[in-house]
């Protein structure tokens, strides 16, 4: 049996394929397929308010790309999300018209909060310190989900215009920044020794440049340190030197600097960084909603 998770981000559209496992009584995914297409909608949304037609035709035809995949990997069940930037886009609802009548695919457009719950339903607070506290550090192409867990619970959540790609096109907020400050700061006082888990593409990234083994966490003073190394390169160089992407060669930077702000206000020393995203909390949504078939 197999499911599948499409995530519509501000940098990247993403299609992941899973191989349900079932256990006795435990479900479990192996990843099969994922596909990343870096079509920067955000650029359009965030700027504009509007997605172009260029990158509406480019999206359809990744649609229709991934429904094809879907159906040629014989998917039973899939779920598709869009994110912030088409949370900002006045063309989102007609977007979503498009893409159900050409690829037929059903897609939901969700506000940050339902985003938080979908990305924490991976349950990797679970894996870790029962008696620790923890803040969970979600950064996107255009929005930042923060989530404290206290004894695998959790406890508080709140979701900000603050991104990669948003702060790339100079759409972030002075007061944005100070109430995401204000709110960390809070939850701070109220949770003593907060320990950091990270998701997102570019914390992703900087985990595997540290050479950190899997499971282990990486200290502020590393994350620093390669924020500082990355940052003493020319985009030009971050690509052909270091060998970025294009894509992430320049939303690295300033996604770094939102994780390390967040770290330093929260005082958290150290994050964990599962490698897991949207799409991963997606599939594993689908094994919760279908359990009981």
């Known amino acids: 049996m197999r499911y599948a998770a499409i995530d519509i981000g501000s940098n990247a559209v993403r299609l992941l394929i899973a191989d349900i496992k079932q256990n006795e009584a435990t479900i479990s995914f192996k990843k099969n397929t994922l ?28 649609m229709v790309a991934f429904r094809n995949l879907i159906d040629v990997y014989k998917v039973s069940e899939y779920m598709a999300c869009a994110t912030s930037a088409m949370r900002e886009a006045t063309n989102g609802a007609e977007i979503v018209a498009m ?14 909060q339902r985003e938080a719950k979908i990305i924490y339903a991976s349950h990797i607070e679970e894996s870790l310190d029962q008696k620790k506290n923890y803040l969970y550090i979600d950064v996107g192409g255009g929005s930042t989900e923060l989530s404290v867990f206290s004894k695998g619970e959790m406890i508080a959540s709140r979701s900000f215009n603050l ?16 109430e995401m400050k204000e709110w960390v700061k809070s939850q701070a006082q109220n949770h003593k020794n907060l320990s950091g888990i990270g998701t997102g593409g570019n914390i992703n ?8 083994k899997d499971g282990s966490a990486l200290s502020f003073a590393k994350l620093k340190a390669l924020y500082d190394y990355l940052n003493s390169f020319s985009l030009k160089d971050r690509i052909n030197v270091l060998g970025l992407n294009h894509d992430r060669a320049d939303v690295i930077i ?8 967040v770290m330093k206000w929260g005082g958290v020393k150290q994050i964990f960084v599962p490698r897991v995203g949207l799409v991963d909390g997606i599939i594993q949504l689908l094994i919760e909603e279908n359990s009981g078939k």
């Open 205 to 212: 990234k900087l985990f595997k440049m540290s050479d950190q």
């Open 35 to 62: 596909i990343r297409v870096p079509l920067r909608l955000g650029d359009d949304a965030f700027l504009d308010k509007n997605i172009s037609a260029k990158k509406i035709e480019d999206l359809l035809k990744t």
């Open 163 to 178: 991104g990669g790609i948003r702060i790339l096109d100079n759409q972030d907020k002075d007061e944005t920044w100070a």
């Open 254 to 261: 300033p996604a770094s600097e939102i994780y390390l702000s």
């Open 99 to 112: 893409i159900k009548k050409d690829a037929g695919i059903d897609l939901e457009i969700v506000e940050g």
